[in-house]
Structures are given as structure tokens and as C-alpha cells.
């Protein structure tokens, strides 16, 4: 192999078969965030990492929901979970804001007013 051939990469078990879970329309039936979604939770959350607040987060695909995980630590749990349930969007809102204690924070159908509730600085309380 030379420097200027490419690097092919091939699934480890060609020959094995996965099951994927479909939708009535053959596509694959899982809630996520679009391109302008994730662009504005990845805004807000990268200057709250920039003022040190926030360190790690995490992203999950569900079949009924989308979620971002925001962790203080890589190790606890999550200090902010914003969640996207396209069911309740005529009903409460599609987007809300949970704290860690499991406290929904906010809720709407617009995610920038959704997020405004994480601008709040954290205060410690005596």
C-alpha cells in the first residue's frame, strides 16, 4: 500500500444481517434534532463551556424523542436535558428544558425561548 492509495474501510461482518425498526413509510422511525435545532443548542452550549460551566454532553435518538444531555462532569448525571417530542407540539410544546432533579424548566414550541431559561447563571444557595 502506497501513500496515495486511499484507505478502504469495510464492516467487520459483511455477511450479517441487522434489524432496523421501520416507520409506516419504510424510513427508519426515529425522532432528531435538525441541522438549525442542533446548531442553536450547540451555540448556547458552547459559550457556557467557553465561561466553564458546562464540560461534556451527549446526544440520543429515540423513537418518540430526540435528547441532548448536558453534563457539569462526564461522571454524574445531567445537569440540563433539552428534549424534542414532536407528539406534544400541539399540546405543551415540542421542546423543553429538564433539570437534574427531573424539574421541567420550560417548554414551548420555540426552542431559542425554550433555551433562554439556561442563559440564568448558576448561584449557589446558603
Known amino acids: 500500500m502506497s501513500e496515495s492509495e486511499p484507505i478502504g474501510f469495510s464492516p467487520a461482518h459483511e455477511n450479517q444481517t441487522y434489524l432496523i425498526a421501520n416507520g409506516s413509510d419504510g424510513r427508519a422511525s426515529v425522532v432528531a ?6 446548531s442553536a443548542i450547540l451555540s448556547v452550549y458552547g459559550r457556557m463551556v ?31 436535558t433539552i428534549e424534542k417530542r414532536p407528539k406534544l407540539a400541539r399540546k405543551q410544546g415540542a421542546y423543553l428544558v429538564i433539570a437534574m432533579t427531573g ?7 420555540d426552542l431559542n425561548k425554550v433555551m433562554r431559561v439556561l442563559d440564568k447563571r448558576l ?4
Open 33 to 38: 434534532f435538525n441541522r438549525a435545532e442542533l
Open 50 to 80: 467557553a465561561q466553564g460551566e458546562w464540560r461534556d454532553y451527549g446526544i440520543d435518538m429515540q423513537k418518540d424523542r430526540a435528547v441532548f444531555y448536558i453534563f457539569r462532569r462526564s461522571s454524574e448525571r445531567p445537569l440540563y
Open 103 to 109: 424539574l421541567i424548566l420550560k417548554r414551548g414550541n
Open 123 to 126: 448561584t449557589v444557595v446558603k
